[in-house]
């Protein structure tokens, strides 16, 4: 039966192991994949209907629920090593142990950096550490952190090498109805607002700088709560090269990566756009029916 197996008590007398009561951890969608018939199998009595003459058996109650440890196995603050067992568009699975996995979310992988897909940085088969952050063993769930293995630098080593005033050279990352995103070092990029781009009012980004080009620009603004830094350009260094004819967007049209955040993003920026940053994806440390 594709809903679970018949176990034989006794003569005359069989009880139905459902799918569902098979295994704490893995998702059995055809008994075959735990049982076979003619196996010897231990069982626990879960419910005996008489009127019905059926009797519920369970399989995985003849051992300790697993999730009931996992509290007392993977304390929050627990430093893990597992392996990557499987990657969604919104985080990767680690391996705790058999049956039992932890979900790294994309924004709890890097600091600086905003990861649009866990590809970016890890691989099915990846050995990692990793923090516990939250374990909830209800809802079968362990949030787990890549970045909290390390202090975050925004809330020292950024401000020590980044002051108002230094002037410094990067390259135009994203361009964007309210400015551009200059990369300073890797993974960490500063706002050019719009109006920071020349003493004369400029309706478009792209009249003064595009994606590629070296610029030199000056800190206006570091502002570790909000993690964004304001920049104001010096020069244009370095032009990038010419996209090949009719490979261009529309004029006014967003680059994908930043029209979601455009909006919220220039209105923080207004008032000399002195202020750059990244959103953080809503946390999810939900794991799948392994």
């Given at each position: 039966?594709?809903?679970?197996?018949?176990?034989?008590?006794?003569?005359?007398?069989?009880?139905?192991?459902?799918?569902?009561?098979?295994?704490?951890?893995?998702?059995?969608?055809?008994?075959?994949?735990?049982?076979?018939?003619?196996?010897?199998?231990?069982?626990?009595?879960?419910?005996?209907?008489?009127?019905?003459?059926?009797?519920?058996?369970?399989?995985?109650?003849?051992?300790?629920?697993?999730?009931?440890?996992?509290?007392?196995?993977?304390?929050?603050?627990?430093?893990?090593?597992?392996?990557?067992?499987?990657?969604?568009?919104?985080?990767?699975?680690?391996?705790?142990?058999?049956?039992?996995?932890?979900?790294?979310?994309?924004?709890?992988?890097?600091?600086?950096?905003?990861?649009?897909?866990?590809?970016?940085?890890?691989?099915?088969?990846?050995?990692?550490?990793?923090?516990?952050?939250?374990?909830?063993?209800?809802?079968?769930?362990?949030?787990?952190?890549?970045?909290?293995?390390?202090?975050?630098?925004w809330k020292h080593a950024i401000p020590r090498r980044f002051s108002v005033g230094d002037c410094l050279s990067g390259a135009v990352t994203k361009s964007t109805n309210f400015g551009v995103f200059v990369e300073l070092e890797d993974g960490l990029e500063g706002l050019l607002h719009i109006s920071e781009l020349g003493p004369k009012k400029v309706h478009s980004p792209e009249e003064v700088v595009r994606v590629g080009d070296k610029v030199q620009v000056r800190i206006l603004k570091v502002d570790p709560e909000e993690r964004k830094i304001g920049l104001t350009l010096i020069q244009v260094e370095e032009r990038?090269?010419?996209?090949?004819?009719?490979?261009?967007?529309?004029?006014?049209?967003?680059?994908?990566?930043?029209?979601?955040?455009?909006?919220?993003?220039?209105?923080?920026?207004?008032?000399?756009?002195?202020?750059?940053?990244?959103?953080?994806?809503?946390?999810?440390?939900?794991?799948?029916?392994?």
């Amino acid at each position: 039966m594709p809903y679970g197996a018949f176990v034989k008590l006794e003569d005359g007398v069989e009880g139905l192991v459902h799918v569902s009561e098979m295994s704490w951890t893995r998702r059995v969608n055809h008994p075959s994949e735990v049982v076979n018939i003619g196996d010897e199998v231990e069982v626990v009595v879960l419910d005996i209907n008489h009127n019905k003459q059926e009797i519920s058996l369970g399989m995985k109650q003849t051992e300790a629920n697993p999730w009931s440890m996992v509290e007392g196995n993977y304390p929050v603050g627990t430093v893990i090593e597992g392996q990557v067992r499987n990657l969604t568009n919104y985080g990767a699975f680690i391996e705790l142990e058999e049956g039992i996995d932890g979900l790294l979310h994309v924004s709890d992988m890097s600091w600086t950096k905003k990861i649009n897909h866990p590809s970016e940085m890890l691989k099915i088969g990846d050995t990692v550490k990793a923090v516990v952050l939250s374990v909830d063993a209800e809802k079968k769930r362990v949030a787990l952190g890549l970045k909290q293995l390390n202090e975050d630098p925004w809330k020292h080593a950024i401000p020590r090498r980044f002051s108002v005033g230094d002037c410094l050279s990067g390259a135009v990352t994203k361009s964007t109805n309210f400015g551009v995103f200059v990369e300073l070092e890797d993974g960490l990029e500063g706002l050019l607002h719009i109006s920071e781009l020349g003493p004369k009012k400029v309706h478009s980004p792209e009249e003064v700088v595009r994606v590629g080009d070296k610029v030199q620009v000056r800190i206006l603004k570091v502002d570790p709560e909000e993690r964004k830094i304001g920049l104001t350009l010096i020069q244009v260094e370095e032009r990038a090269p010419l996209p090949p004819p009719g490979s261009e967007k529309p004029a006014g049209e967003k680059s994908t990566e930043v029209e979601a955040a455009a909006e919220g993003e220039g209105a923080a920026a207004t008032g000399g756009g002195e202020e750059a940053g990244q959103e953080k994806p809503a946390p999810d440390a939900g794991a799948p029916s392994a």
